[in-house]
C-alpha cells in the first residue's frame, strides 16, 4: 500500500479537523451564508436514489429560548429534579449556533435499505462538519437525553422523521486537539482471503 501524504492544503486542513464543544465556541456564528455553504457540501454525500434522508433545521437565536422550554419540559417528564430542569434549560441556549439534524430513513424503497440511508445521512453530517471547518468554523455533534424527548422531537420533526443530534457551532477560542490516537492501519487494509481477520 502507498504510504499516505497530505496531498495539498484543503487535505490537510481536513484531516485536522477536530470537535469543539460549546464551551469553546465564541461569536461571529456561521451565518446563513456559511450554514448553506456546508448544507451544499452536505449534499455531496452518497445517495441512492437521491432520497435524501437528512435535513439541517437551524435554531435562530430568537427561537433558543422557546426551545429551552421545551427541553426543560423534557426533562420534567423525565422526572428529573429542578437542578437537572434547569441544566437542562441551559444546554439549549449553549453555543453560539445551533443545527438540528433529522433522519428520515424510509422502508418502502426498493434496492435502497435503511442502512443505506443511515450511511447517507452520516456521511451528510460529516461534510456539513467538514463544510464548517472549511469556513473557519468549529462544531461538535451532541446528543443527549433532549434528543430522545417527545416533547423536542414534535416541535421539530415532520412527517416520519426523528431527531438524530445537536450541531453547535462558532468561532473556536481556542485550537482543537485529538480525543484519539488516529492509525489509519486500525481502519484500512487490503484483503486477504481466508486470512486472519
Ligand atoms: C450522533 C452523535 C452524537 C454525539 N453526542 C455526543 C454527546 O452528547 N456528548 C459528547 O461529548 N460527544 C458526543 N458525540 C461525539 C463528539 O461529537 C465527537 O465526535 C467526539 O468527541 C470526538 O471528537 P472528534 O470529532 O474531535 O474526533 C457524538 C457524536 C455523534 C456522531
Given at each position: 500500500m502507498v504510504p499516505a501524504t497530505p496531498v495539498d492544503e484543503t487535505f490537510a486542513r481536513l484531516a485536522a479537523r477536530y470537535s469543539i464543544g460549546p464551551k469553546h465556541l465564541i461569536e461571529p456564528a456561521p451565518d446563513a451564508d456559511a450554514l448553506m455553504a456546508a448544507a451544499r457540501l452536505a449534499l455531496r454525500a452518497p445517495d441512492h436514489k437521491g432520497l435524501r434522508p437528512y435535513r439541517f433545521l437551524y435554531i435562530a437565536p430568537a427561537q433558543r429560548t422557546a426551545l429551552a422550554e421545551l427541553f426543560a419540559q423534557g426533562a420534567r417528564e423525565r422526572g428529573r429534579s429542578d437542578e437537572d430542569v434547569a441544566r437542562a434549560r441551559e444546554r439549549a441556549v449553549n453555543g453560539p449556533t445551533l443545527v438540528a439534524l433529522l433522519g428520515r430513513v424510509r422502508?418502502?424503497?426498493?434496492?435502497?435499505p435503511a442502512r443505506e440511508q443511515w450511511l447517507s445521512i452520516g456521511a451528510a453530517l460529516m461534510n456539513f462538519l467538514n463544510g464548517l471547518h472549511l469556513q473557519g468554523f468549529g462544531a461538535k455533534v451532541l446528543s443527549g437525553a433532549s434528543v430522545e424527548d417527545a416533547v423536542v422531537q414534535r416541535a421539530l420533526?415532520?412527517?416520519?422523521?426523528t431527531l438524530l443530534c445537536w450541531i453547535v457551532a462558532g468561532t473556536p477560542a481556542r485550537l482543537p486537539h485529538a480525543r484519539f490516537a488516529d492509525d489509519p492501519l486500525a481502519v484500512l487494509s487490503t484483503w486477504a482471503p481466508h486470512g486472519p481477520p
Open positions: 422502508d418502502d424503497i426498493e434496492d435502497v420533526c415532520g412527517n416520519g422523521e
